[in-house]
């Protein structure tokens, strides 16, 4: 079955810092992977996704991920982080084999960026 | 904004009203979903459709009846709801169902059953 875990409930890092937010999965066939922002009383928001080809994604906001396929992971990161990134984090998996359309998602991370 | 419009934003029901939840999407895309999120709990997924057809009803009980009259609309008709079923119901949609396709979330219903 697939599965993806957040190991961290929350995160905290200073406005300038680097922050990593690390999310593990698992399934069966080929991962497609994907991570979402919730800023309060909002729904979810699409940042960046892997699909194939280059192990380092680029997507919205000044955020990038790594896929490591030995480790099973897909950590989040930002070179310099701002206050305005403080906000909940989500990682997500789909497994072809499992029926695409069903997306399992990570329980999240909170990530507060001090001033 | 997402593209994505929910209404009403947040609901007061009692355990024995009816009531209805509608998404709206303005991007042509061609599937939607529906989640619920409580807290503490990862998203659970409700139910998906694609091309107004039901692909997916994750064990949802009868009490939350979905329906799509088209690929732009999107309604979850609530009735006889538990205290339970107090959560964030979020509307979601991606251009199709494949894996590949990133999903667009709505900013939710927040919805409180007394």
């Known amino acids: 079955a697939q599965s993806v875990a957040q190991p961290e409930d929350q995160v905290n890092v200073a406005e300038g810092n680097p922050l990593t937010v690390k999310c593990t999965y698992s399934?069966?066939?080929?991962?497609?992977l994907f991570w979402y922002v919730q800023y309060p009383n909002r729904g979810l928001q699409f940042l960046l996704k892997?699909?194939?080809?280059?192990?380092l994604v680029k997507g919205s906001y000044g955020f990038e991920a790594e896929f490591n396929k030995s480790q099973t992971s897909f950590h989040l990161k930002k070179p310099s982080a701002l206050v305005s990134d403080s906000a909940l984090y989500f990682c997500?998996?789909?497994?072809?084999?499992?029926?695409?359309?069903?997306?399992?998602f990570g329980a999240g991370t909170r990530l507060f960026v001090k001033a | 904004e997402t593209g994505v419009t929910q209404t009403p934003r947040h609901l007061v029901m009692g355990m024995t009203n009816k009531k209805s939840l509608k998404c709206e999407q303005h991007?042509?895309?061609?599937?939607m979903y529906w989640y619920k999120q409580s807290a503490k709990k990862p998203l659970e997924l409700m139910f998906v459709?694609?091309?107004?057809?039901?692909?997916e009803n994750n064990s949802v009980p009868s009490r939350f009846s979905p329906e799509c009259p088209n690929s732009s609309h999107l309604f979850l008709h609530l009735h006889t709801l538990q205290p339970e079923d107090s959560a964030l119901y979020l509307c979601?949609?991606?251009?199709?169902?494949?894996?590949?396709?990133?999903?667009?979330f709505g900013p939710g219903t927040r919805l409180t059953v007394t």
């Open positions: 979601a949609s991606s251009q199709e169902t494949g894996v590949w396709y990133e999903q667009y």
């Open positions: 399934v069966s066939g080929n991962p497609y």
């Open positions: 892997y699909i194939t080809g280059d192990n």
């Open positions: 997500a998996v789909r497994d072809q084999n499992t029926g695409g359309f069903k997306t399992i």
């Open positions: 991007l042509g895309h061609n599937a």
């Open positions: 459709y694609s091309l107004e057809e039901r692909v």
